[in-house]
């Protein structure tokens, strides 16, 4: 829009002067000036339509009445909302909106919180007037998560543009015409979504409903608990609703500047694990191969036992303690003290997410935070590149926010990747680079593949590099992040050669845990760092016995960490395992004693978003029989007799707070709704500790060709709906699951006679495992695509050496 | 007794020669000469005072002046512009678009390109309905000649000047003739009418500068430009000046297109033209401008056929399809059929009248039906308010004429059915509303 920004203009509004600013819709301008127009199809998301007509208003010197939502504000405009006439209007108007919608309210999940309702108890007339036979249509399934009531539905097309201007993926449509127009999926198909759920709030009536809360509970009699979403980097704000001792949904609670509102299906639907019968209650003792539920006070008599014995034999650092990347801060912060005074080891790892990383990466990490963008200054770039990063799937808010800045803001958007993804659909640059060579310097940036991106290197102010799983679960991740950041400091530096200096350049990894940053913070820049051990170095201990006793807080290296025969021989070799987890999963059925702990809608505590935003999680107010992982560190200390340390996440946050300068609050209920963006600039300015990329890791990295006998590259693949325990366990997530599928180029299907569907064999040095084909235009040939979460097949199981790239061979089974 | 009424015929002069819709013929009878004389002797600006000064107006059925609209288009705009010529013509009772593209295709051609170059348009879309089968293979053919006889494509007629020109079938939907619905349905979407402002003037086809003109408007460019703005001020009165087709249809003798000045009596239209009513019965009603314009009772038939009279009668020319009713005519069903036309062919975008349409249908399959009840009718006229001039576009106006004629005009036919419990006998299944999707 062409009008200047934040200009105020004077108007009239029934009578009375306003000023307003320029070029807002009325609809939305008024809001703040108490006065109300209703309104069904326009929403702040979504560009006007003007087809309920509930906005009408009279417009001075318009011979017809005008729809407010589409009238923008302009200086002298001469507005009456309330009138005989337009009470008229909206009677009329909510009695045609009603003529075919059932009385049904009292069995409907939206009642109560009903858009519809709200504005008919306000503006319409109670009885209608209509006696015809109404339409009926039996419901339908819109996608697993959907239920679609067509009686209900007013037809106003929020639905329909939300996926067409914001998820962008068209999963619904208007079929037919008139009054017998109904929104439908595309030839009937049931298309999985990222974004579908947050249709179920878009819809002003109750035609589309949430299937897993269907019949849970009436909207006024839920409690609702603000906190942070712990599916992925991005942390959402969400509320969770619970009733009756148990969470009956949730859903966004808008953060303007992080997520607008918007939550990703994963974050909304995939919570039924947290009421699952076959979480783990009760501390379990591994008996003759199988597991025996044991007292709390035994299990931690044991586990300090175990740790003392282990202490006193072969000193602290026999201990090796690994912990996983969604814990909040303060957990992290009790584990620390637990590992240093109660334990007394340096085998600590707080990063899953590059398990190389350890104390000697402490400067990387400064860099690393110095230079992370927040989402406001990747929509406010000219430039987004995405580097092995497919964001909808690793972080989709921030992927739509990237979509967002491309349609509205008009960025551009480039992406370095060795496969075509759906974050790139707004992209008008692709780079594709060799599977695992992300090690690019200078030979690579003179290359012809960069030739498009130099030039927007060379010209944009305002750039943001986004990198991602692709990278980081690729081969020599450390190796791959450094050059990232070389990259960043060839762009600097080649801009302030040309007097043209860049306004801001940000380089926002993308991790995989909620806490993947908070994880860094508290290890490897706020604690010392060479108390701290990189979670391969661990696992080797463990393998050559230096390392007795693995302890294990959240995380499933059996699975995830890149190299499972290392995993799993390190778990053999461990004299004993202590497992802290919330199931029984591969790493944790290899435990010796499994310690329960609470879900994350229990915690109270803070987390750091990618951004580096510190936001407060909230406990719903619901009773769980096991403690929280700080609690439980805390009933450690006491058993192991070196008294209690800490009891509550507040005061654990106070003292985080005082060690960390980049804190600007003292107290965990200081931190605002919208959480604090910290900035880490002050400390480290430039890429010191950056080495330089050698010519030779560079050519090494993009010309490892694959063994001859497996010619083709694994790309591990980290997918939103990947079937995580937690996932695993929530039923109605299970028909969206990505399958066990090995994705394919079509010439090479062809070449090795294979079809869609058919039983594969993917065979490296170390292992073969079984998956169905699937062909995709979107996979280059030679390489295949595997989920890294596919349970019972992990592809980790294939890899030998975590810093090659994985080769394999595929044969017809 | 008075000179009978003759037709003018400048659009449909050629239509009765059986092969007129061959180029060879077109030119033999002065075809393209316009065009030749708009390219060569006249300037872009100079075409647009003409067609201005000549006082065409838009013969689709709003009756805006083709002149200025062309002028609204920016003039310094940098990158494609477009033509639409409207053959998307669905209003019950109303055939003349028909007629002229699959008989004159040519001289439809020749207005295009003549408005292509006034406005510095480079690519042409005839968006013809999607029923029109002969008119779609009679333009293609037009246009293909045209193209081989140097009339399209790169430098006219030597001129530098290049237009494109392509017929796009819509898929049958009476919505599409409005002009935002049919450059929603050009650029491959649902036929829903867009938000205006922007006007398709600024903000048309892809977001460009869009003219979009009616068939016989576009039609009647290349006579103004031969014969002179003058030659078409002095027909027609003097705020509708020029001639129009009037698609006789009803009970007349002789049904048809008949092309007149504009502000000829409507009586001497049916009774010279037509033949006047048929089997020698009484006239009862007539509808002047097509299903969208209300009905004007018989006393009214002597009235003007022009724009202003019609609307000071409170009615409409609408598109210019006239359709007689005889005395025997059942009114109340004519008003059912013209309003399920309507719930059937609204879009459904917005609710007003897409709800508004499918409810009066029902109202009256249900008085029909001898169900009616007295408060129908206030009922019904109350429905007709909710949706004038509060839909999204004129279709929602267009639904509420015949309604709201009718039943003022012929009160006491509804109240017969009402009280009598008559039921109309239908040949065909009505339409079922409580069902999955739709049938009958």
Not at chain 1, 30 to 51: D, M, N, S, T, Y
Not at chain 1, 331 to 336: E, G, I, Q, S, V
Not at chain 1, 631 to 653: A, C, H, T, W, Y
Not at chain 2, 45 to 68: H, M, N, Q, T, Y
């Amino acid at each position: 829009m062409d009008v200047a920004v934040n200009k105020l203009v004077k108007v009239n509004i029934n009578g009375k002067d306003y000023e307003l600013l320029e070029g807002m819709y009325l609809t939305e301008a008024v809001k703040p000036i108490g006065i109300e127009i209703p309104q069904f199809c326009a929403h702040r998301w979504l560009e006007p339509l003007g087809a309920c007509r509930m906005c009408l208003v009279r417009v001075e010197k318009m011979p017809k009445l005008q729809i407010a939502c589409a009238l923008p504000v302009r200086e002298g405009l001469v507005v009456t909302t309330e009138s005989d006439e337009i009470r008229r209007a909206r009677e009329e108007m909510l009695e045609f909106h009603l003529l075919n919608h059932p009385l049904e309210c009292p069995v409907c999940d939206r009642g109560g919180e009903c858009p519809l309702q709200d504005l008919t108890e306000r503006y319409g007339k109670y009885q209608s007037r209509y006696i015809e036979e109404k339409l009926i249509r039996a419901d339908t399934k819109l996608n697993p998560f959907l239920r679609m009531n067509y009686k209900r539905c007013i037809l106003c097309k929020r639905c329909v543009r939300y996926c067409d201007e914001i998820a962008g993926d068209h999963l619904i449509e208007f079929e037919d015409r008139g009054g017998w127009t109904k929104v439908t999926t595309f030839l009937g198909t049931e298309s999985p979504n990222r974004f579908s759920g947050n249709i179920i709030e878009l819809c002003p009536v109750g035609a589309i409903t949430s299937i897993p809360f269907r019949f849970r509970g009436r909207a006024w009699e839920l409690e609702k608990t603000r906190t942070v979403c712990n599916q992925c980097s991005v942390g959402c704000n969400l509320e969770l609703h619970t009733r009756l001792g148990s969470l009956q949904r949730i859903v966004p609670a808008v953060n303007e500047v992080l997520d607008d509102g918007h939550i990703c299906d994963r974050g909304r639907f995939a919570y039924g694990w947290v009421h699952s019968d076959a979480r783990i209650r009760k501390p379990s003792l591994k008996d003759n191969g199988g597991f025996t539920e044991i007292s709390w006070s035994e299990a931690e008599s044991i586990v300090a036992q175990k740790i003392r014995d282990t202490v006193r034999d072969y000193g602290g650092d026999a201990i090796g303690i690994i912990a996983g990347n969604s814990l909040t801060n303060e957990d992290y912060y009790a584990l620390r003290l637990f590992a240093e005074h109660g334990v007394g080891t340096k085998n600590v790892s707080f990063s899953e997410d590059i398990c190389g990383l350890s104390a000697e990466h402490a400067q990387l990490v400064n860099v690393m935070l110095s230079k992370v963008g927040c989402v406001e200054d990747i929509m406010n770039s000219e430039l987004i590149v995405l580097i092995g990063a497919d964001v909808l799937e690793e972080a989709p808010v921030l992927g739509l926010r990237v979509e967002e800045a491309v349609r509205k803001r008009g960025a551009t958007l480039a992406s370095i990747s060795s496969y075509n993804h759906d974050s790139e659909r707004y992209a008008n640059t692709l780079v594709r680079i060799k599977p695992g060579a992300f090690i690019f310097g200078e030979s690579a940036f003179s290359s012809e593949e960069f030739s498009k991106l130099r030039y927007e290197f060379e010209n944009r102010r305002r750039i943001s590099l986004i990198f991602g799983q692709e990278l980081l679960c690729g081969p020599s991740p450390i190796k791959s992040i450094k050059a990232v950041y070389q990259l960043a400091q060839r762009i600097e530096r080649i801009r302030q050669e040309r007097q043209n200096p860049l306004e801001r350049l940000t380089v926002t990894p993308i991790f995989r845990g909620a806490n993947s940053l908070g994880a860094l913070i508290l290890s490897l820049k706020l604690g010392v760092p060479n108390q701290f051990e990189s979670m391969t170095n661990i696992l080797k201990k463990a393998t050559t016995g230096e390392v007795k006793l693995l302890y294990l807080v959240g995380v499933n290296p059996i699975i995830e960490y890149p190299n499972g025969r290392l995993a799993k021989e390190a778990f053999s070799k461990a004299e004993f395992i202590v497992a802290q987890d919330l199931f029984l999963t591969e790493s944790s059925a290899l435990a010796d004693i499994i310690l329960p702990v609470s879900p994350w809608i229990f915690r109270d505590g803070t987390y750091f978003n990618f951004e580096g935003r510190l936001q407060r999680a909230n406990s719903c107010p619901l009773t769980d029989v096991v403690p929280s992982d700080l609690e439980l560190f805390n009933r450690l200390l006491i058993s192991m007799g070196k008294g209690s340390q800490f009891v509550l996440p507040d005061e654990l946050f106070a003292k985080l707070a005082r060690e960390a300068d980049f804190i600007p609050v003292k107290q965990l209920a200081d931190i605002p709704k919208a959480g604090i963006l910290t900035h880490f600039e002050s400390e480290a300015h430039s890429f010191e500790g950056i080495e330089a990329i050698s010519t030779a890791e560079e050519v090494c990295s993009s010309n490892s060709e694959p063994l001859k006998e497996f010619p083709f590259y694994l790309v591990p693949k980290h997918y939103l709906f990947r079937n995580s325990v937690k996932v695993r366990h929530t039923k109605w997530m299970q028909e969206v699951v990505p399958k066990d599928w090995a994705i394919l180029n079509y010439e090479d299907a062809q070449e090795l006679g294979i079809s869609e569907g058919d039983e594969v064999v993917v065979e490296s040095k170390v292992g073969s495992l079984y998956f169905s084909a699937k062909m995709s235009e979107q996979v280059p040939r030679k390489v295949v695509i595997i989920d890294r979460n596919i349970q019972d097949k992990a592809i980790n199981s294939l890899v030998s050496k975590e810093d090659v790239a994985f080769s394999v061979r595929i044969k017809k089974a | 007794m008075a000179e009978k009424l003759k037709e003018v015929k400048v659009t449909t002069a050629l239509c009765e020669i059986p092969v007129a819709h061959r180029i060879d013929v077109y030119e033999a009878h002065g075809g393209y000469l316009a065009l030749k004389k708009a390219i060569k002797e006249m300037k872009p600006d100079e075409v647009i005072e003409e067609v201005k000064r000549s006082g065409l107006r838009g013969k689709g059925g709003a009756g805006f002046p083709a002149g200025l609209k062309w002028s609204f288009v920016p003039k310094d705009y940098v990158g494609p512009k477009y033509l639409a010529c409207n053959a998307d013509e669905g209003e019950p009772g109303t055939f003349k678009d028909r007629y002229l593209i699959e008989k004159n295709p040519h001289q439809v051609i020749e207005g295009c390109i003549i408005a292509s170059y006034a406005v510095g348009i480079s690519h042409c879309y005839i968006y013809t309905r999607g029923e029109f089968y002969l008119g779609k293979e009679r333009m293609e053919e037009a246009i293909e000649d045209a193209y081989r006889k140097g009339y399209l494509g790169e430098n006219i007629l030597g001129s530098g000047y290049s237009l494109d020109m392509v017929v796009h079938t819509g898929a049958g939907s009476y919505e599409c003739g409005e002009e935002t619905a049919l450059l929603t349905s050009l650029e491959g979407d649902r036929g829903h009418p867009k938000m205006k402002p922007p006007f398709p003037a600024t903000h048309g086809a892809w977001g460009k500068p869009t003219v979009i003109n009616n068939v016989e408007t576009l039609a009647t460019v290349p006579p103004i430009i031969k014969e002179g703005a003058d030659w078409h001020t002095s027909l027609g009165t003097d705020k509708s000046p020029g001639i129009k087709i009037v698609s006789v249809s009803g009970h007349v003798e002789r049904p048809g297109n008949y092309e007149v000045e504009y502000g000829v009596p409507t009586s001497s239209i049916i009774n010279d033209l037509a033949g006047g009513v048929w089997k020698g019965r009484k006239l009862k009603c007539f509808i002047p401008g097509g299903s969208s314009t209300p009905a004007l009772p018989a006393e009214k038939v002597d009235i003007p056929y022009d724009y202003e009279s019609l609307a000071s009668a409170g009615s409409m020319l609408g598109s210019g399809a006239l359709i007689v009713f005889d005395e025997t005519t059942d009114i109340v069903r004519v008003a059912e059929i013209i309003t399920r036309f309507y719930a059937l062919e609204s879009c459904g975008k917005c609710t007003p009248c897409r709800e508004g349409t499918r409810w009066m249908l029902q109202i009256y399959e249900r008085i029909l039906n001898g169900a009616g009840r007295m408060e129908d009718l206030d009922l019904l006229l109350d429905i007709c308010g909710g949706v004038e001039f509060k839909s999204f576009c004129p279709f929602g106006d267009a639904t509420v004429g015949i309604v709201r004629s009718t039943i003022n005009l012929f009160r006491d036919e509804y109240e017969d059915y009402i009280k009598n419990h008559k039921v109309y006998e239908r040949e065909f299944i009505p339409v079922r509303h409580g069902v999955n999707g739709r049938s009958g």
